[in-house]
């Protein structure tokens, strides 16, 4: 890679930003400086500005016309990324936005128009896989051959509600997208990448509230089954994650294979080790455990040389729309499935 990376943030309304930037800043890009919107709450920007206080915070119109910064961050208010970013690539530059990329489909359409029109790349920093060690084991272990062809994936995402903490638009369908294509946004990109699927459709989709009668609209339990053209996988997302659990939530995701699985337990390990990103393999010979922890994490380090070449070794653009497609999708049906 020639020179380095120099990105800057617009949006700060999600905690997913402090991981996008440091796992840049660890892969030796530069950060510029950043802006937040007019809805983002005090306590939220001025954590942020403590935590990153060697950088300055701008306007977003200096940062647009910085033509020295060549690549956007985002995890603003969800339904407002959108726009960030076509404005951004607008502006010559390339875009990695926390999920959801996006809450329509009309915006999707949009988006795609604008990276035809630009040439610039649009890609979703999807955390759960991007941002943990255990993907690295496992990658590695799928890659050697260990559990054979990969035929399912199973992933559970689920996340504590901390209604106390939670900003006034998490509450609406509309801005934040549902849970279908918010939180389980992560759900579909794993399971693409670890079946190797480039072609996938939502089989079926639901979604419920079971524990918030309060907030008759919200919707704290989804699940979906999928069909793609290297397997299927079934995902299922809540927020029910108990008090009693030390961590967000005990997310894990099995990988099921034609000569063993493999199991991620991401976060925690309950009744076991300390810890997170514990990696489970079991095959012919039996069972081995591995802990991921120095495995790293190499997406930031291809991305930025993806900046720099234009190609597209940490994600290719058809990934990250389709996985943003199945989010819709499976929202959409969901939903449908409710007014029947």
């Known amino acids: 890679m020639g020179k380095s990376i120099k990105f800057a943030v617009i949006g700060v309304d999600h905690g997913h930003i402090y991981g996008m930037i440091d796992g840049l800043l660890s892969a030796g890009a530069e950060f510029a400086g950043w802006c937040t919107g007019p809805e983002t709450p005090n306590e939220v920007s001025g954590a942020f500005g403590t935590c990153y206080d060697a950088f300055p915070m701008l306007s977003e119109e200096r940062v647009l016309e910085d033509t020295s910064i060549s690549l956007i961050l985002s995890a603003a208010i969800n339904s407002d990324r959108t726009d960030i970013a076509i404005r951004s690539m607008q502006h010559g530059k390339d875009v990695l936005v926390d999920k959801p990329g996006c809450t329509s489909f009309e915006q999707l359409s949009r988006i795609k128009a604008v990276v035809e029109a630009t040439g610039r790349r649009w890609v979703v920093c999807f955390s759960e896989r991007l941002t943990v060690e255990s993907t690295t084991v496992v990658d590695r272990l799928i890659s050697e051959g260990r559990v054979g062809r990969v035929v399912q994936t199973v992933g559970l995402g689920p996340h504590r509600r901390n209604a106390h903490l939670r900003p006034a638009w998490f509450w609406e369908r509309h801005r934040s997208g549902g849970i279908l294509n918010d ?158």
């Open 183 to 340: 939180i389980c946004a992560h759900q579909y990109d794993q399971f693409l990448h670890f079946t190797g699927s480039t072609e996938a459709r939502v089989i079926s989709a639901h979604v419920g509230n079971v524990a918030n009668p309060e907030r008759p609209d919200f919707h704290d339990f989804g699940e979906v089954l999928l069909e793609g053209s290297g397997g299927r996988g079934y995902a299922r997302v809540d927020w029910l994650t108990p008090d009693g659990l030390p961590t967000w939530g005990d997310g894990r995701m099995t990988i099921l294979g034609t000569e063993g699985y493999i199991e991620m337990r991401k976060y925690i390990d309950i009744g076991g080790e300390p810890g997170g990103d514990h990696v489970f393999l079991v095959d012919r010979k039996g069972i081995q455990r591995f802990k991921a922890e120095g495995a790293g994490t190499p997406f930031f380090g291809k991305f930025l040389r993806d900046v720099d070449e234009r190609s597209e070794t940490a994600m290719r653009q058809d990934h990250a729309f389709l996985a943003t497609e199945l989010s819709l999708q499976a929202q959409r049906m969901a939903e449908e499935e409710m007014t029947r």
